[in-house]
């Protein structure tokens, strides 16, 4: 459909100022000047060439009866990603909005959402980071119609593929084992099951009211992960819907935070994984849970195998004979010298692979 086309029919076919009687892709929408957009598209990218293109193509095939923004941050990637988005937002300008750092944000604390949020204007958020990207073509569409239906729930999210980067391998409908299709029974049964992993959202398939982002705690602490912290606050705030259905595909890229080549900062994240849930049961007042306990006594102890000298925050919780025993032994003089050893092979192993 031609611009020329789009812009006759939303000028005199729409019912309402921003609906159209019909869903059409969002790149080739026109509305007028200070139409305010029905969804924002959030999208943070850095260093990202090989892929942004198809988030933002998958973007654009979104079939809307409304119009969208989408707003991307590039953090000062030292690649192409940068010239690719402009690319886009040179055919697109109505459409994309995008901030290009010249130095990194994340590096220096600064997190590319807090930059993005004064910019948003959309009724609803989607999230997609740029090495995902969505499969569903009326993603946005369905979402929005649940919610404005449905103004007791917050937030809707769907099923997800992954996509393994390093090996070509697939993983279909990635949350058949867990307990989304449950609907929880009430706010502490949707925190304790985010908590624990039995209710999974992909970040890839979440859209939720702007309106919710007020009701973030502006002081929390920062975590390496930046999601998940923010699920289990909108847990206290308002309900959530799973749509039992793909929507998107998260591509797992070896050495990322998450999936770092480094043992040792692999095991840091995991330890912040526990830390932060142990920090939000008693930031809102819940127990923590047994399997928050052992999960984080666990990994403190892996940790501090390889970093004795690390003082944690939280002590282990009702910890063993033997867990006692364990960091005590992590804590001797003499460990320091094993450990130093031990990240001296781990490096080595880390250069052969490269």
């Given amino acids: 459909m031609t611009e020329e086309k789009t812009t006759i029919q939303a000028e005199i076919k729409q019912p309402t ?19 305010p957009p029905v969804v924002t598209i959030g999208c943070i990218t850095f260093k990202q060439e090989e892929f942004i293109g198809q988030a933002i193509e998958a973007f654009l095939m979104q079939r809307t009866t409304f119009p969208v923004q989408i707003l991307i941050h590039d953090d000062a990637s030292p690649d192409r990603t940068a010239e690719i988005i402009r690319g886009y937002q040179d055919n697109h300008p109505r459409l994309i909005e995008a901030i290009y750092q010249s130095e990194n944000q994340y590096s220096q604390g600064n997190l590319p959402s807090k930059i993005l949020k004064p910019l948003v204007r959309g009724t609803f958020l989607a999230i997609c980071e740029g090495d995902d990207f969505w499969t569903d073509p009326l993603k946005l569409q369905k979402q929005v119609d649940f919610l404005e239906n449905n103004p007791d729930y917050g937030l809707v999210h769907g099923d997800c593929n992954k996509y393994f980067q390093e090996t070509g391998r697939w993983a279909y409908n990635c ?21 624990g992993f039995d209710y999974k959202i992909r970040t890839a398939t979440v859209l939720y009211r702007t309106e919710l982002i007020r009701k973030l705690d502006a002081n929390r602490r920062s975590f390496p992960m930046g999601d998940t912290p923010m699920w289990l606050e909108l847990s206290r705030h308002t309900k ?3 749509m039992d259905e793909v929507l998107a595909v998260y591509r797992v890229r070896r050495n990322s935070m998450s999936n770092a080549i480094d043992k040792v900062r692999r095991l840091r994240f995991r330890l912040a994984m526990w830390e932060m849930r142990v920090y939000y049961c008693k930031q809102f007042g819940y127990p923590v849970y047994p399997e928050v306990r052992k999960a984080y006594n666990k990994a403190l102890l892996m940790y501090l195998l390889l970093d004795p000298g690390f003082e944690p925050e939280y002590p282990l919780f009702n910890p063993s004979a033997t867990q006692k025993l364990r960091y005590k032994l ?6 320091s010298a094993i450990s130093g050893l031990v990240k001296k092979l781990a490096t080595l192993k880390n250069r052969l692979y490269r």
């Avoid at 100022?17 to 139409?35: A, H, K």
């Avoid at 949350?175 to 929880?184: D, G, I, Q, S, Y």
């Avoid at 992590?330 to 460990?335: R, S, T, Y």
């Fill in 175 to 195: 949350n058949n084992v867990k307990t989304n299709c449950e609907e929880p029974s009430d706010k502490e049964d949707l925190f304790r099951r985010i908590l």
């Fill in 240 to 242: 959530f819907k799973y």
């Fill in 17 to 35: 100022p921003n609906r159209l009687p019909e869903p059409v892709p969002v790149g080739e929408q026109f509305w007028p000047p200070g139409t």
């Fill in 330 to 335: 992590a804590k001797l003089p003499f460990m």
